[in-house]
């Protein structure tokens, strides 16, 4: 099926996010919609999918006008999307979330749910994904679960499919996997909408690549291209991937976790018992499959969430029973996983906002009130520093825009001196360009001898960014790589992958080693040439 989007146009108030977007997806053909966080391309395809009415513009399939009120009839024309976070009923059957919405009914309408177990098999078979109709949901692997948001979009015979940032949640070897599954769907004839802004990925399988910039196409690539090349595309400039960072000098131990304890809701340990330790101008990344533990472990570090046992030390001071202000206020920069919630507050100015943590310190304060003039004087210095894209200082952050948002969170937290400097996804709703300087600050402080700690899923950032990396699982760590030993280049992915999957360093080493042996020609074996 071609489909085909002319002058798509949408707009929230005075926020333009999609801008006269012109696409064609031919039939069989992986097509990458390639940009930033918050370049608009979730919200076109939320106009494709019918969630939104677009403001401007038409979609057509198949040369024909289509006009979408909801996901239903995106469905019935033979669309489906496969959702960043996945919709899906952990309690559930994965047949059962296969037929939700669309139950097979036989007579007297009585649901025969042996017909929805059926057409997973079916599907399951044809494209390979082995997967139990019979399995829940919750007990399902991230990648797994993937595949069945996957099949519910073909049983419901999708012609087109969109997947939005479809590795977010993937370990190497599940991006791996899913990348061989969209090339069997593209061998059946399935037109694929690839949404990401992962450039490896992009690389390794698109056919053709389209490039998103603040809501506007700016421009189409190939495959071919180089990931500089598309990176400059997508941000506009010439910018360096590779993050420029001299070799480490860490110095004594500065910060500690012994077998700190983190209990969950259910009070199941959602940390347990991990034991890290990170030397003075040292970065440290936490890497895994998101929700194995490193964000509450970072917000643990804060005392946003409590501990049930264990120590946290700061140069050799046990934290233990220290109020966030305490800690923030004994030298420890702290970046949210979540800025809208945990990092600003909404209705605050940005001026107020970058002062935060020191409002009621001589340098911002006149007694009892604040100092306007500081505060204001402040916000200019530091909005400048951090290319904060604003209005005027006194507007609310909630203005701002995800990634500028962002900014005004990092300029807060980077802009004191620190003794312990820790983030969650620093970078994320970032452009390349400003990744780029949130990189290099990160690589500034750890040189005048902060310990840093890092949370990100972002595979290539942990990689180029890491002195050494704690790979965590299921709220333990299973192993920790020293990337300052082997150096970026020599970090093995494959092993990461499997660290994440819960596999030890030990263990996953040999079986990499092992895998490579066996498909390593022996000496009387031929060639080919």
Do not use: W
């Amino acid at each position: 099926m071609k489909l085909e989007l002319q002058g798509i146009t949408k707009v929230f108030g005075s926020l333009v996010a999609n801008d006269h977007i012109d696409l064609v997806v031919e039939p069989g053909e992986i097509h990458a919609l390639l940009g930033e966080n918050g370049a608009g391309k979730s919200t076109l395809m939320n106009v494709l999918y019918g969630l939104y009415d677009p403001s401007e513009g038409q979609i057509l399939l198949d040369d024909v006008p289509q006009r979408f009120n909801g996901p239903g009839d995106a469905v019935s024309a033979g669309i489906g999307m496969v959702h960043q976070h996945f919709m899906l009923v952990p309690v559930f059957t994965v047949a059962e979330s296969v037929a939700l919405g669309y139950e097979p009914a036989g007579p007297a309408g009585v649901l025969e749910m042996a017909k929805a177990r059926q057409h997973v098999l079916e599907i399951s078979e044809r494209f390979g994904f082995e997967i139990d109709p019979d399995a829940k949901i919750e007990d399902l692997p991230v990648g797994v679960q993937q595949r069945v948001e996957i099949i519910k979009a073909l049983s419901r015979d999708a012609k087109v499919l969109i997947l939005d940032e479809p590795t977010a949640v993937l370990t190497p070897q599940e991006t791996d996997e899913l990348i061989n599954i969209m090339g069997e769907l593209k061998e059946s004839g399935t037109s694929i909408v690839f949404i990401t802004h992962k450039l490896r990925e992009v690389r390794a399988i698109a056919d053709r690549i389209t490039v998103i910039r603040r809501g506007k196409v700016v421009g189409e690539a190939s495959p071919t291209s180089t990931e500089t090349e598309l990176a400059s595309l997508m941000v506009g400039r010439s910018v360096s991937l590779a993050v420029d960072k001299e070799p480490a000098e860490p110095g004594d131990v500065a910060f500690e976790l012994d077998k700190l304890t983190v209990l969950g809701p259910t009070g199941t340990p959602v940390v347990d018992k991990v034991k890290l330790k990170v030397a003075a101008g040292e970065i440290v990344c936490l890497a895994g499959v998101q929700g194995n533990g490193q964000s509450e472990l970072a917000e643990a570090i804060l005392g946003l969430a409590d501990t049930d046992g264990g120590a946290i030390r700061l140069d050799g001071e046990d934290l233990a029973g220290k109020s966030v202000r305490d800690r923030l206020l004994a030298g420890i920069g702290f970046v949210p996983e979540d800025r809208s919630t945990d990092g600003a507050i909404a209705d605050f100015s940005i001026a107020e906002n970058l002062v935060l943590d020191l409002y009621n310190t001589d340098e911002f304060s006149r007694g009892v009130s604040l100092s306007p003039s500081k505060v204001a004087a402040n916000a200019d210095v530091r909005t400048e520093e951090f290319d904060v894209r604003f209005t005027d200082i006194h507007d609310k952050i909630s203005t701002l825009s995800g990634g500028n948002a962002q900014k005004v969170v990092l300029a807060r937290e980077m802009s004191r001196p620190l003794r312990l400097f820790v983030a969650s996804q620093p970078t994320r709703g970032l452009d390349v360009g400003s990744i780029e300087f949130v990189h290099k600050r990160i690589v500034a402080e750890r040189d005048k001898g902060t310990p840093v700690i890092i949370v990100s899923t972002e595979l290539d950032e942990v990689v180029s960014l890491a002195d050494r990396i704690a790979v965590m699982y299921r709220g333990k760590i299973v192993g920790i790589v020293d990337v300052a030993k082997a150096g970026p280049e020599g970090v093995n992915r494959d092993v990461l992958g499997l660290m994440m999957a819960g596999v030890s360093l030990a263990d996953a080493e040999a079986q990499i080693a092992k895998d490579a042996s066996a498909t390593t020609p022996k000496n009387d074996e031929e060639v080919p040439s």
